[in-house]
């Protein structure tokens, strides 16, 4: 009894079979890139003021022939442990790209974009000829990155957000206020857009003065970077009210909209148009 309760042991079967899952999810997602079975959804981002659609977030879906669904909370992380992220990710930027091409030329993408890809030599030159290719206007294009590409190499960071900003790409910070970025790293970085993490908005009632503080206090560092704010994770009216009272002008969630296939966001945006 060496190593005590709550210890973790190879021997554990819980972990084993965790360990024995994370395999086989490696092994098939080889096969998944081969097979054609990645696919995106597309979750509206809507306007505050007007409800009107201004744009989208790509959520990678991955339909495996025999388990179905497999969430991306369980396949990203192996893939970026098993250096499979860097194809998953270039499909998922190219797909973005020309799925633009079939969106109306006011409409942005998001796409999430993981630290290794990020940081991987020529992600700025490639994203770049990727554009030219599928002659996508950068200002469409926007990349979301998390917290912890913050806590690496901030000189390198730098670097590959300036040579991202000059391509005309906008750049947003994902999850925000979960980690640990100060106001003057991200003014710094420039970010063009924050993100305001589910797990606030999540909190958000008219009796938790909390939550509704950290929002305002949120949407002022926002501003004073000169960022725009999306608050993720919108499922009730009165998160909606509670945002929107904060300053909070784009929002994203359940109440608006659940990630759909390209072929639904279309015929909705053909609705829109028609009435
Ligand atoms: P995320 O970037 O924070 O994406 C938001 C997640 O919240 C998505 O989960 C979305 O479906 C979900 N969501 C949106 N609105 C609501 C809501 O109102 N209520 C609830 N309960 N959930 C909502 P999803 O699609 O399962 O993605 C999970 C995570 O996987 C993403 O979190 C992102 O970190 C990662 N991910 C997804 N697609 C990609 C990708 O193409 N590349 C990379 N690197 N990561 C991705
Ligand atoms: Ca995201
Ligand atoms: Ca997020
Ligand atoms: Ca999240």
Same mark, same amino acid.
């Given at each position: =009894?060496?190593?005590?309760?709550?210890?973790?042991?190879?021997?554990?079967?819980?972990?084993?079979?965790?360990?024995?899952?994370?395999?086989?999810?490696?092994? $098939?997602?080889?096969?998944?890139?081969?097979?054609? $079975?990645? &696919?995106?959804?597309? +979750?509206?981002?809507?306007?505050?003021?007007?409800?009107?659609?201004?744009?989208? *977030?790509?959520?990678?879906?991955?339909?495996?022939?025999?388990?179905?669904?497999?969430?991306?909370?369980?396949?990203?992380?192996?893939? #970026?442990?098993?250096?499979?992220? +860097?194809?998953?990710?270039?499909?998922? @930027?190219?797909?973005?790209?020309?799925?633009?091409?079939?969106?109306?030329?006011?409409?942005?993408? &998001?796409?999430?974009?993981?630290?290794?890809?990020?940081?991987?030599?020529?992600?700025?030159?490639?994203?770049?000829?990727?554009?030219?290719?599928?002659? !996508?206007?950068? *200002?469409?294009?926007?990349? $979301?990155?998390?917290?912890?590409? @913050?806590?690496?190499?901030?000189?390198?960071? =730098?670097?590959?957000?300036?040579?991202?900003? *000059?391509?005309?790409?906008?750049?947003?910070?994902?999850?925000?206020?979960?980690?640990?970025?100060?106001?003057?790293?991200?003014? $710094?970085?420039?970010?063009?857009?924050?993100?305001?993490?589910?797990?606030?908005?999540?909190?958000?009632? #008219?009796?938790?003065?909390?939550?509704?503080?950290?929002?305002?206090?949120?949407?002022?560092?926002?501003?004073?970077?000169?960022?725009?704010?999306?608050? #993720?994770?919108?499922? !009730?009216?009165?998160?909606?009210?509670? @945002?929107?009272?904060?300053?909070?002008?784009?929002? +994203?969630?359940?109440?608006?909209?659940?990630?759909?296939?390209? &072929?639904?966001?279309?015929?909705?945006?053909?609705?829109?148009?028609?009435?």
């Amino acid at each position: =009894r060496a190593a005590g309760r709550g210890t973790w042991s190879i021997y554990h079967p819980e972990m084993s079979q965790m360990a024995a899952y994370r395999h086989w999810v490696e092994a $098939e997602l080889y096969g998944a890139l081969q097979r054609d $079975e990645l &696919s995106l959804h597309y +979750q509206p981002k809507v306007l505050a003021a007007t409800g009107e659609t201004i744009g989208y *977030e790509a959520l990678l879906r991955w339909n495996h022939h025999q388990k179905g669904s497999i969430p991306p909370s369980e396949f990203i992380p192996v893939a #970026e442990q098993c250096g499979l992220i +860097q194809q998953i990710g270039d499909f998922v @930027l190219r797909r973005v790209c020309e799925d633009l091409g079939k969106l109306p030329d006011h409409i942005t993408v &998001s796409a999430n974009v993981s630290a290794a890809q990020f940081n991987r030599d020529g992600f700025v030159a490639n994203l770049g000829r990727l554009l030219t290719e599928t002659e !996508t206007r950068p *200002e469409r294009l926007e990349i $979301e990155v998390t917290e912890t590409l @913050l806590i690496r190499n901030l000189a390198e960071v =730098r670097r590959i957000m300036n040579g991202l900003r *000059e391509l005309g790409i906008s750049l947003a910070i994902d999850d925000f206020g979960t980690g640990y970025s100060n106001l003057s790293t991200l003014s $710094e970085l420039r970010f063009n857009t924050l993100k305001i993490d589910k797990s606030f908005v999540d909190r958000l009632t #008219e009796s938790d003065d909390s939550a509704s503080a950290m929002v305002a206090s949120i949407v002022g560092m926002a501003r004073s970077i000169d960022a725009g704010v999306v608050a #993720e994770g919108v499922e !009730t009216q009165e998160q909606f009210t509670l @945002l929107k009272a904060a300053g909070c002008t784009v929002m +994203q969630g359940y109440l608006f909209g659940k990630p759909m296939p390209l &072929s639904a966001i279309k015929a909705r945006a053909g609705e829109a148009r028609a009435t």
